[in-house]
């Protein structure tokens, strides 16, 4: 997509152009009061209100259809109508819709959250007092998933992308030593014992773990070779 600012200016032209499709498209979703909709549950409804196929292929051409076409959720708080809207992975867009006169604005995910969140408890989403925490991303330099067939493969890829951070230069692994010794439950080392304590230890330790580990059968039990 363009800038938001151009993608919201679009985006209205397109529902001023289409207003009687788009009016009734927008009663439907907010004609069952408070509710969430998913991608099958919106392409429905639009379904309805254009029963013409070449009219609704008309009318989802371009821009529109492409928002609607990936748009992951509608939280619906009459008469607004909020869009989580993902064109690719890892990137979204928040748009808030008045189904009265099809204004269109863009919201932050704090915003969409709220309205969602009005959805299931109007009385703590509007708590000042609420407890709010942001799980954003800490490091911007961490590479984001681009391609749609790497959903759900997260943890290969941070897996790929820690091994390639710290192999080589021995230094690099030092973080990954620290974390593993503070490991523990009441008290036991759960990962490494205070033996190793370099990295060069942990390096070698790994690779006597592994020659021995291989060579057990797949359905030892782990009590058996705990001690070792």
Request: proline share 4%; hydrophobic share 40%; net charge negative.
């Amino acid at each position: 997509m363009a800038s938001n600012i151009t993608v919201v200016d679009s985006l209205s032209d397109a529902l001023r152009q289409n207003r009687y499709y788009m009016k009734r498209c927008f009663s439907g979703f907010v004609g069952m009061g408070r509710r969430l909709m998913k991608p099958h549950q919106i392409m429905e409804e639009i379904d309805k209100a254009i029963e013409d196929k070449r009219e609704r292929a008309r009318v989802l051409e371009g821009l529109l259809g492409q928002v609607f076409s990936s748009t992951q959720e509608a939280a619906i708080n009459p008469p607004y109508v909020a869009l989580a809207v993902r064109q690719s992975p890892g990137f979204w867009e928040f748009f808030k819709v008045n189904a009265n006169g099809l204004e269109m604005d863009l919201i932050t995910a704090k915003d969409y959250l709220k309205l969602k969140e009005i959805v299931y408890d109007e009385n703590w989403a509007m708590d000042k007092n609420a407890l709010e925490i942001d799980f954003g991303a800490c490091d911007f330099s961490t590479p984001r998933l681009t391609l749609s067939s790497s959903i759900g493969n997260g943890v290969d890829f941070m897996s790929k992308l820690i091994t390639s951070r710290i192999s080589g230069d021995l230094e690099r692994a030092k973080p990954l030593l620290e974390y593993l010794l503070t490991l523990d439950h009441h008290g036991e080392n759960l990962m490494i014992n205070e033996n190793i304590n370099t990295v060069s230890k942990l390096q070698a330790g790994l690779i006597v773990a592994d020659v021995y580990v291989s060579a057990l059968p797949k359905n030892t039990p782990y009590q058996n070779f705990e001690q070792k």
